[in-house]
């Protein structure tokens, strides 16, 4: 098993299980489509309908721990303190001292963003309801584009947890060294990475 998947119940391992099994469809689509449907404030099968088709086809280039970063922020699932009902926090990275520690900042977040820009080629918007729906919509993103969403939602939520773990880190420094964890995994990821970080000893 992916070592990713340990000890992390819920309902995004189970989508992720099922994804890879065409019969598993229909519950799937239902389960994906009510958890878009709360982020984007409205139904959209046809959204839902892309991610689980885009994260079933992207089995070959991106390593499952991405795959499953990115369907944890499907589903909403990252451990915000607003999530889990904890005492607020602010935004990990640093990037404003009222900023908060939600997911809806995370994608939006400018610390996130500038890094997406530079090292992945992804414009994401810095309004929060238009980054999320730039993560979820993967209907007219390009290949490339839809690969370096899915690096993008694991870039920030590991970089999130480690920051959490550790003072005194970097978050530019610690996002970009989860990047280049990731593409030494991935032929077709390291290329994408690469054309844009050529300075990059990788
Ligand atoms: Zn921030």
Redesign the pocket.
């Known amino acids: 098993m992916d070592p990713s998947l340990r000890d992390r119940p819920g309902p995004q391992r189970k989508v992720y299980f099922d994804i890879r099994r065409p019969k598993a469809r229909p519950e799937v689509l239902e389960v994906v489509g009510r958890r878009v449907a709360n982020l984007l404030g409205h139904p959209e099968p046809r959204v839902a309908e892309y991610i689980v088709d885009e994260l079933a086809r992207a089995s070959g280039p991106v390593p499952p721990c991405v795959r499953i970063s990115y369907l944890r922020a499907v589903c909403n699932a990252w451990p915000t303190s607003a999530r889990l009902h904890t005492a607020p926090r602010t935004?990990v990275?640093g990037?404003?001292p009222v900023?908060p520690d939600t997911m809806r900042?995370?994608v939006a977040?400018?610390?996130s963003r500038g890094v997406a820009f530079a090292h992945l080629g992804l414009a994401i918007s810095g309004d929060e309801v238009e980054a999320i729906s730039d993560v979820l919509r993967l209907r007219h993103r390009s290949p490339r584009d839809k690969l370096a969403l899915f690096l993008y939602a694991d870039m920030i939520f590991n970089a999130m947890c480690t920051m959490r773990q550790a003072l005194g880190l970097r978050p530019k420094a610690v996002m970009i060294s989860r990047l280049k964890d990731i593409i030494r995994r991935s032929r077709p990821l390291y290329d994408l990475v690469r054309e844009r970080s050529v300075r990059w000893r990788l």
Do not use: L
Request: negative net charge; hydrophobic residues 30%.
């Open positions: 935004c990275f990037c404003d900023a900042h995370y977040c400018p610390v």
